[in-house]
């Protein structure tokens, strides 16, 4: 039911479409807007409509970023030899965020799940292959998530990279079985990538 007129029921509809955001607290996010200054309201649309324009793919790993090359594939001072394998953006920023991790990334942008139809095709595993042709690579860190999908995509990846010479290596499960990376601490990570074995 429509309790508060059409422009604010729709701004909780709209919020409510965010994952994990369910209708109590979408309402309680569209109020906290309309309570607050018109500058704030006007910031956060501003932030979102710029991020939605300007944000692009890395053309090397397919991080996010506002440049042609992101902050860690630009970085002279990353180890080039290694390139660790994560599914999407957040998990990236969550090795980052351990300070331990120093080589680059490849994001695929999601994981193998025939029942949702995501095939390999929707991946961004040419792109992976395209990067293993210069000759500096000497390892492939595979940090999918450990569920069925991760694991899926992680044996994958590894019958598709053995055969390059390439050493391929996935990060040891001191990561929860079900969890995802983004939600995992800094430490259990750093002992996930620490721990992680040749496959």
């Not at 965010?18 to 807007?33: C, D, E, N, Q």
């Not at 506002?66 to 969550?94: F, G, H, L, W």
């Not at 390439?166 to 990538?193: C, F, K």
Request: charged share 25%; net charge neutral.
């Amino acid at each position: 039911m429509n309790y508060y007129g059409n422009p604010v029921q729709r701004l909780i509809e709209e919020f409510s479409r965010l994952p994990g955001v369910g209708l109590k607290s979408a309402s309680r996010m569209a109020f906290y807007i309309l309570n607050s200054p018109p500058a704030k309201a006007e910031g956060l649309a501003g932030a979102i409509l710029d991020a939605k324009k300007t944000a692009k793919y890395c053309k090397f790993c397919y991080n996010l970023t506002d440049k042609e090359v992101c902050y860690i594939c630009s970085n002279s001072r990353r180890d080039n030899t290694t390139i660790m394998v994560v599914e999407n953006p957040q998990d990236m920023a969550a090795y980052e965020k351990t300070k331990e991790y120093n080589g680059l990334y490849h994001i695929l942008h999601g994981s193998i799940s025939p029942m949702d139809g995501v095939s390999p095709a929707d991946l961004r595993i040419k792109e992976l292959l395209t990067r293993l042709e210069d000759d500096n690579i000497t390892e492939i860190i595979i940090a999918t998530n450990p569920n069925i999908e991760g694991e899926a995509t992680a044996m994958y990846l590894s019958k598709l990279l053995k055969p390059l010479g390439v050493r391929v290596s996935r990060i040891a499960h001191g990561v929860p079985v079900g969890g995802d990376l983004e939600h995992i601490d800094s430490i259990t990570l750093l002992r996930a990538l620490q721990h992680r074995r040749e496959l």
